[in-house]
Each structure stands twice: as C-alpha cells, then as structure tokens.
C-alpha cells in the first residue's frame, strides 16, 4: 500500500521541519531578522500536520489489516474489533512512540497558537526550545523504533493480535491522556530554557507558563487516574496501586509537576523562588523522558512496560543526558539572574509553600530511590533487591499526613509575614470541629488510629477551605454562593482541586483499611459471606467473542436474605494468543464496589475472589475533581494573552 509509504515519508520530512524549528528561530533572534523568528510558529505547525497524516497513515494500515508492516502484524489480527485496531497502534513500542511524537508537536502547536500576545523573541525561543525536543525523539522513531518498517516477503495473514491485557476501553484512553501529560511539561521546561536564554526570569515568565503547566498536570492526572481504574478492574487482583515500576515513572513527574506548580504560584505572586521554580521545570521534564526510557529499556519486568531492545531505552537516556545537561549548564550560567530582593519571614505563606514543595519533592525522591534502586544494585552486583509496597507505604504515610497539614495552613497564612497568633486562631474551630467528627466517625466505622488522624487531617484541609472563602468573602455584600462566584476562577480551581485531593486521599485511606477480601473454592449452589453481602455461585455458561471463548458465571448477590443483583465474571481464553485473561464483574455505587474475578477450575469447582471495597470509587472521583480545578484554573482570564497588555509591560 502506497499511505504507509507516504507516512514514512512524512516522519522524514517533519524531522527536517523540527531541525528548522530548533535553528531559524534563534538565528533570528541573533541577526534580529523577525521574518526568520515568526518561521518558528509556520514550522510548528508544518510539523503537526505531517505528524497527524504519518499517524493517519499507520492507523490506515491497521484498519485494513496491512500486516506487511511488521508493527501491524505483531499487534492486530483480522478477528481484532476495529475499536481495538484503532488503540493498537499505541499498544507496542513504535506506535506508542509515534503517539509519543504526535502529541508533543500538537502541544507545540498550540502554543503557537496561544502564545501570539507574547513577545516575538520569547515565543521564537520557547518554539526553538521544543523543535530540538522534536527533532531528538523524531530521530529517535526513524533510527530505532521505525512503525513503517515492512516484514516482506515472510509476514503472518492473519497478525498475532494485540496483547488480550490492552484490550479494554480503558486502554483506548488511557495512553494518550498520560501523554498529554507527560509530554505536556516539555512545555513549561521550553519557557524556562526561554527565559534563562533570554536573561528573563520575573514575575510574566511565571504567569505566562503557568497556564501550561496545570494543563500538563491535569492530563497527567487523568492518565494516572485512567492507569489505576484499568489496573482495578482488568489484572483481577482488585488493587487501585501496586507501585509497580511503570506506575511510578508517571507518578514521579506528577509529583515534580504539582511542585512547580506551586512554586510558579509564588513567582508569579511575590517573584521569588525563581531558581526553585527552574529548577522544578528541568525536574518534571527530566522525570517525564525518564518515565519514557524506564518503559521502554526493557530494565523493568511490569505490565505495563514494553519489552524493547534495551539500545531503544539508551537512546533515549542519551536524550535525557543531553538536553538536562545542556539545561542545568544553561542554569548555572544564568545563575545570577536568580537573584530576588524580595524578603520574607519564617511564618509566611512563602515558607508554607517552599515546606509543601520540600515534601512533595522528597516523596519524590522516595519513589525515584525505590523504583531504580533494585535496578542500581543489580548493575554495582550487590545482589538482587526487591523494593515492594511496604517500603513505599512505611515511608509515604508520615510524608502524606505532613502535607496535608501544610494544605491546610498554607492557604491561610499571609504573604511576607504571618503571626503566630493570628494563624493559630484562623485554625482553632476548623481543628476542633475536625477532631470532633473523625472521633465520631471512626468510633463507628471501627477504630484505627492512623484512620482517626488521616480523617481528622482531611476534614481539617475541607474546614480550612471554607474558612479561606469565608474570609475572602467576609466584605463582600453578596450572600456566600454568589460571592464564590466571584472570586477569580484561578483561585476557585485551586480550591477545587484541594477538595479533589482530599476526595481522593478519603477513598485511598478508607478503601485501605475497610476492604474485605476472599479467596475460596465455589461450586453451583455454594454461597460465602464477604462483608454485609452473600454471593452465590449460581450458573455457568459458555461464551464465544470476536476473538475469545470464555467461560461465565452467574454470581448472584444478597444483603439481609433480599437479592441485590447479578454479577457476571468470565473467565477468557483468546484463541490467536492463547491467553487466558480474567474479565471482572464489578457492581461500583458511590459508597462500596462489590467486585467477582473467575479464577481456574479444577472440574467441580472454580477459584473466585470476591472483595467489598468501600470509598474506591472517591480516589478516581478525586483525581477527576483535581483535573477541573487546574483547568479552570488554567482559563483564568488573566492568563489570556493580549499584544497590547504584553507590550505595556515590556
């Protein structure tokens, strides 16, 4: 077929775009030719469209079963349900890389785009900036992770079909949202580079990459959120996170991203903190092309990650050496444009915000360690070191009670200077009326003292919120609701999403505690008790799929001898692979997941695990009301760009 071949053209052609991009810009800054700098923005968008018709291309050979291409016969087959042929370009190394690519140059785009109030030699910079990232990972996908390569003469008619674990809705979105994310904090770290080049670090520097950062971690969160549902409801083992390594590499950037994002808040507020906040643009960059390399080296045994030629994975460690060492060079030179005259004392909203952005960068620092660690030592030959969820857990519950503290405070102290007293005050009735709750609650869910302080601390970030509001709003002659609304968006989104982690930390901390699981033996007409509810093994059936045949049950469910509802587990076996996989039966309600997985039979009786989950659903429905926040944050009209206001300020 002749698209694949113009696709690979296409991938060619948009390198040499991206060499542009990254070159012309920055000559034209030094020559002061703007013709030359405005070439950045029709460069941006030249790549883009080649990328999207090169993406088009391979989503064509897959749609029409085009298995001379050795990308596509190795994950589709003719049987494969065309919505999953469409998902299966990203499901293998080289079209997850092409996904990879795509979405950096639409994230360019867009800041082409967006950014046309901005100075011209600060957007010529920050396009230049991202066209050298293009160009390294464009090099990348053409030299070793090529998707258009062609298995002629020898190829498979039918394909070997996409892995049965990547064929689930869930993985329909889930990789693209956690590329937005990833590959939305080049962003930012293209306007940190912009402004050291250009000697301007203040306080429009940090506005003007804000927007773009709580856009990169909104995404970010969602894909985490999207990998944790997909990881509850497929693997069968009913766990929202396992610290499996590739779980960590996104949640390590997320970490990294949440502090810049932070950080920039001070910036832009009160111009300090401006190496911090560099320094955490470089970090979260870094932490995302790491995420890339630790899925793609082959060093990790996951799930998730892509079993590759470990040269792939060097390649792009060499990416990441390059363009970090090239960063923290330029920031060592520009060392002196750091320097803030702003002061501020020890009790301050500053210190609050610099403490939070400690934790979250030590928490960091914890996950990197655990995560590479086993990997370091294996390397230096001390022995092979298995690091699992109980360090992780030991280490995370002191840092995430701390931070909670920190969100509770930070957003009432004041700027520059905060009284003791004053503060004490503002928190006296949030703290007690939160003690006195989470003694209430915890006496009647059953007691546990790290449940109690958890709870005690949650309720106290919710009180301190809308005592904040209440204190914004206390000259305000409008009545409460009417006033919230306005208040400017971006200190509505914050709000929203504090309210969002604490939804989601209430789910983590409850679900941790009050599950109840079981693993037994069931044959037709056996019944166990899980929790407040009865499950009965009452029917199988033979099923046949597009490309499966299963086995499924019937488990019908009681509470208090009245039925509920019927569930229906599966037990699959995908015949072109011949790959058993466990397809769960979930009842979800706001409250409590009851949740069926249909494990082997031994002829007159089958493994069935069975778990009543309370609060699961509030971690995903916390990281949802998280993303709104950061995108109502992110369209706060004064993060709207205009020609006009921009050169008033210059």
């Given at each position: 077929?002749?698209?694949?071949?113009?696709?690979?053209?296409?991938l060619?052609?948009?390198?040499?775009?991206?060499?542009?991009?990254?070159?012309?810009?920055l000559?034209?800054?030094?020559?002061?030719?703007?013709?030359?700098?405005?070439?950045?923005?029709t460069?941006?968008?030249?790549?883009?469209?080649?990328?999207l018709?090169?993406?088009?291309a391979?989503?064509?050979?897959?749609?029409?079963?085009?298995?001379?291409?050795?990308?596509?016969?190795?994950?589709s087959?003719?049987?494969?349900p065309?919505?999953?042929?469409?998902?299966?370009?990203?499901g293998?190394?080289?079209?997850?890389l092409?996904?990879?690519?795509?979405?950096?140059?639409?994230?360019?785009?867009?800041v082409?785009?967006?950014?046309?109030?901005?100075?011209?030699?600060?957007?010529?910079?920050?396009?230049?900036?991202?066209?050298?990232?293009?160009?390294?990972?464009?090099?990348?996908?053409?030299t070793?992770?090529?998707p258009?390569?062609?298995?002629?003469?020898d190829?498979?008619?039918?394909?070997?079909d996409?892995?049965?674990?990547?064929?689930d809705?869930g993985?329909i979105?889930?990789?693209?949202?956690?590329?937005?994310?990833y590959?939305?904090?080049s962003?930012?770290?293209?306007?940190?580079?912009?402004?050291?080049?250009?000697?301007?670090?203040?306080s429009?520097?940090?506005?003007?990459?804000?927007?773009?950062?709580?856009?990169?971690?909104?995404?970010?969160?969602?894909?985490i959120?999207l990998?944790?549902?997909?990881?509850?409801?497929?693997?069968g083992w009913?766990?929202?996170?396992?610290w499996?390594?590739v779980?960590n590499?996104?949640?390590?950037?997320?970490?990294?991203?949440?502090?810049?994002?932070?950080?920039?808040?001070?910036?832009?507020?009160?111009?300090?903190?401006?190496?911090?906040?560099?320094?955490?643009?470089?970090?979260?960059?870094?932490?995302?092309v790491?995420?890339?390399?630790?899925?793609?080296?082959?060093?990790?045994?996951?799930?998730?990650?892509?079993?590759?030629?470990?040269s792939?994975?060097?390649?792009?460690?060499?990416?990441?050496?390059?363009?970090?060492?090239?960063?923290?060079?330029?920031?060592?030179?520009?060392a002196?444009?750091?320097?803030?005259e702003?002061?501020?004392?020890?009790?301050?909203r500053?210190?609050?915000?610099?403490?939070?952005?400690?934790?979250?960068?030590?928490?960091?620092?914890?996950?990197?360690?655990?995560?590479?660690?086993?990997?370091?030592?294996e390397?230096?030959h001390?022995?092979?070191?298995s690091?699992?969820?109980?360090?992780?857990n030991?280490?995370f519950?002191?840092?995430?009670?701390?931070?909670?503290?920190?969100l509770?405070?930070?957003p009432?102290?004041?700027?520059?200077?905060?009284?003791?007293?004053?503060?004490?005050r503002?928190?006296?009735?949030?703290a007690?009326?939160?003690?006195?709750?989470?003694l209430?609650?915890?006496?009647?869910?059953?007691w546990?003292?790290?449940?109690?302080?958890?709870?005690?601390?949650?309720?106290?970030?919710?009180?301190?919120?809308?005592?904040?509001?209440?204190?914004?709003?206390?000259?305000?002659r409008?009545?409460?609701?009417?006033?919230f609304?306005?208040?400017?968006?971006?200190?509505?989104?914050m709000?929203?999403?504090?309210?969002?982690?604490?939804?989601s930390?209430?789910?983590?901390?409850l679900?941790?505690?009050?599950?109840?699981?079981?693993?037994?033996?069931?044959?037709?007409?056996?019944?166990?008790?899980?929790?407040?509810?009865?499950?009965?093994?009452?029917a199988?059936?033979?099923?046949?799929?597009?490309?499966?045949?299963?086995?499924q049950?019937r488990v019908d469910?009681?509470?208090?001898?009245?039925p509920?509802r019927?569930l229906?587990?599966?037990?699959?076996?995908y015949?072109?692979?011949q790959?058993?996989?466990?397809?769960?039966?979930?009842?979800?309600?706001?409250?409590q997941?009851?949740?069926?997985?249909?494990?082997?039979?031994?002829?007159?009786?089958?493994?069935?695990?069975i778990?009543?989950?309370?609060?699961?659903?509030?971690?995903?429905?916390?990281?949802l009301?998280?993303?709104?926040g950061?995108?109502?944050a992110a369209?706060?009209?004064r993060?709207r760009?205009?020609?006009?206001?921009?050169?008033?300020?210059?």
């Open positions: 077929m002749i698209i694949p071949e113009l696709g690979q053209y296409a060619g052609l948009a390198l040499v775009v991206a060499l542009l991009q990254g070159i012309l810009p000559w034209g800054i030094r020559r002061g030719q703007s013709g030359l700098q405005e070439l950045g923005r460069a941006a968008y030249s790549q883009a469209g080649l990328l018709f090169s993406f088009m391979l989503e064509y050979a897959f749609l029409h079963n085009d298995f001379t291409l050795t990308y596509v016969s190795e994950n087959n003719t049987r494969l065309f919505y999953y042929k469409m998902s299966a370009l990203w293998g190394h080289e079209g997850s092409l996904l990879w690519e795509l979405v950096l140059t639409l994230w360019t785009a867009a082409a785009v967006f950014s046309q109030g901005l100075p011209l030699e600060v957007r010529a910079r920050v396009l230049a900036v991202l066209g050298w990232v293009s160009a390294a990972f464009l090099a990348f996908v053409l070793t992770s090529n258009f390569t062609h298995g002629l003469p190829f498979p008619p039918d394909g070997a996409l892995n049965p674990l990547l064929q809705p993985l979105m889930h990789p693209p949202m956690l590329y937005m994310g590959v939305g904090f962003v930012p770290f293209a306007f940190a580079m912009a402004g050291l080049l250009g000697g301007r670090l203040d429009a520097w940090a506005r003007w990459s804000r927007p773009w950062t709580l856009m990169a971690w909104c995404f970010l969160s969602l894909g959120a990998g944790s549902w997909w990881s509850y409801y497929v693997l009913g766990g929202w996170w396992f499996d390594p779980e590499a996104s949640f390590m950037p997320w970490l990294a991203g949440t502090a810049l994002l932070h950080s920039l808040a001070v910036t832009e507020k009160r111009g300090v903190f401006k190496a911090w906040t560099t320094l955490l643009a470089i970090l979260s960059f870094a932490l995302s790491l995420g890339t390399f630790l899925v793609r080296s082959g060093v990790l045994t996951s799930v998730h990650a892509f079993a590759s030629d470990p792939r994975g060097f390649f792009v460690l060499g990416i990441l050496t390059v363009m970090v060492g090239s960063a923290l060079v330029l920031f060592a030179w520009r002196p444009l750091l320097v803030t702003s002061r501020y004392r020890l009790l301050s500053e210190t609050l915000l610099l403490a939070n952005n400690l934790l979250l960068i030590i928490a960091c620092f914890v996950v990197f360690l655990g995560t590479l660690f086993p990997l370091i030592s390397v230096m001390w022995g092979k070191i690091v699992g969820p109980p360090y992780f030991f280490v519950k002191p840092l995430a009670l701390t931070l909670l503290f920190f509770a405070a930070g009432l102290a004041r700027w520059k200077q905060q009284e003791v007293a004053d503060l004490l503002q928190l006296a009735w949030p007690a009326l939160a003690l006195s709750l989470s209430l609650l915890t006496s009647l869910a059953g546990h003292t790290l449940v109690f302080v958890g709870v005690s601390l949650l309720l106290l970030v919710v009180l301190s919120v809308f005592q904040d509001i209440r204190r914004k709003l206390r000259h305000s409008s009545g409460l609701w009417t006033g609304w306005k208040l400017a968006r971006s200190y509505r989104g709000q929203l999403a504090h309210l969002g982690l604490v939804v930390m209430t789910g983590i901390l679900t941790s505690f009050y599950s109840v699981e079981h693993d037994v033996r069931m044959a037709l007409g056996d019944q166990v008790t899980v929790g407040p509810f009865d499950f009965r093994l009452s199988l059936r033979s099923v046949n799929g597009p490309n499966y045949t299963s086995q049950a469910v009681y509470r208090g001898g009245q509920v019927s229906w587990p599966e037990k699959r076996l015949t072109v692979r790959m058993p996989m466990t397809k769960v039966a979930l009842a979800p309600g706001l409250i997941d009851l949740y069926v997985a249909l494990g082997d039979s031994n002829g007159s009786a089958w493994a069935v695990r778990y009543y989950k309370p609060f699961v659903r509030w971690i995903w429905m916390g990281a009301l998280m993303a709104c950061g995108v109502m369209f706060d009209p993060y760009l205009r020609r006009d206001r921009v050169q008033t300020q210059e």
